[in-house]
């Protein structure tokens, strides 16, 4: 990797950290679905920018459809997950738990689209879940039932990453490709179309909330717009520049990054404890990492 690569792929990292510090900060105030409608919205209309100035027409070639589901799977239902996990989890704890999405690949692609499993990414997959578990055990939060929720949706945002990148492969890439610039954009319309009726019925069933939006300190909107535009729009701009110059598999190594950045920022910003489970965990999540993300070698021919 060169300077400039390193520098896009430390920015990524610090940038996705942040997300969880960001969403930790404004869910409380907004709640988490006006949060997570809030940060598609925001960055819907940064892609759209984008595309835009790279004059890129919208041209989706009968593949809208898919864009908007795979947004759904991608964006809405992952996003809406850690927006609820915040409720009750430190940003640290989301930001680990979300180096689970290739753990949670291996698990998708053998179990619903025939991918091979080797006895090394079985292992990585058991490790990582003992990661998590020493997480859970021995983290400063309490192992309460809410605490326990708030795992189980981070999990359940990083099973839809794993199947997201399986979906995009067959229903994208398989049928001619698309640019990953209308990818993302289409995406995050799926997502604002769906999550749009549960922002109306939050309205709807408290009709205070707008008002105490407004009432808001600055900070909370600040975060909701570091969320949308740079978390958001910004990163997934890095993301496929990354994959451009070093391919995936090298710029899948920002998942390793991620976690040291989310629990720095939680201890710098919110005060956040940063403890040996942290680390002990984190470390278990990153040697599982290293066994699911390295090389396969091609089966032996007949």
């Not at 027409?57 to 459809?65: D, E, N, S, V, Y």
């Not at 899948?252 to 040291?260: H, K, Y």
Request: hydrophobic content about 60%.
């Amino acid at each position: 990797m060169n300077t400039a690569s390193l520098v896009r792929l430390f920015t990524l990292a610090a940038l996705w950290g942040g997300s969880f510090l960001f969403v930790r900060m404004t869910v409380p105030v907004l709640g988490a679905v006006p949060t997570t409608f809030g940060r598609l919205l925001l960055g819907a209309a940064g892609l759209m920018a984008l595309v835009a100035v790279a004059r890129l027409r919208p041209a989706f070639h009968g593949k809208l459809g898919a864009a908007l589901v795979l947004g759904v799977v991608n964006s809405g239902i992952p996003f809406l997950m850690f927006a609820l996990a915040a409720r009750v989890l430190p940003a640290g704890y989301s930001a680990i738990l979300n180096a689970t999405t290739p753990l949670m690949g291996v698990l998708v692609g053998a179990l619903a689209f025939g991918e091979r499993i080797t006895a090394a990414r079985l292992a990585g997959v058991l490790l990582g879940m003992a990661g998590v578990a020493v997480l859970a055990q021995a983290g400063p939060v309490a192992l309460t039932p809410e605490a326990l929720g708030g795992i189980g949706a981070c999990l359940v945002a990083t099973a839809c990453y794993g199947t997201a990148g399986f979906l995009t492969r067959r229903w994208i890439s398989a049928r001619g490709g698309l640019d990953s610039r209308l990818v993302a954009l289409g995406s995050q319309w799926g997502a604002l179309l769906a999550l749009a009726p549960f922002a109306a019925w939050e309205v709807w069933r408290q009709p205070d909330l707008p008002g105490a939006w407004l009432a808001a300190p600055p900070v909370v909107w600040a975060a909701l717009l570091a969320t949308g535009l740079l978390c958001t729009a910004w990163a997934y701009v890095l993301y496929f520049r990354l994959i451009a110059d070093v391919g995936p598999v090298k710029a899948l190594t920002v998942t390793f990054l991620i976690p040291p950045f989310g629990v720095a920022w939680g201890w710098l910003v919110l005060g956040e404890a940063a403890t040996w489970a942290h680390a002990a965990g984190g470390a278990l999540i990153a040697g599982a990492l290293w066994l699911v993300l390295r090389p396969v070698a091609p089966p032996p021919r007949p």
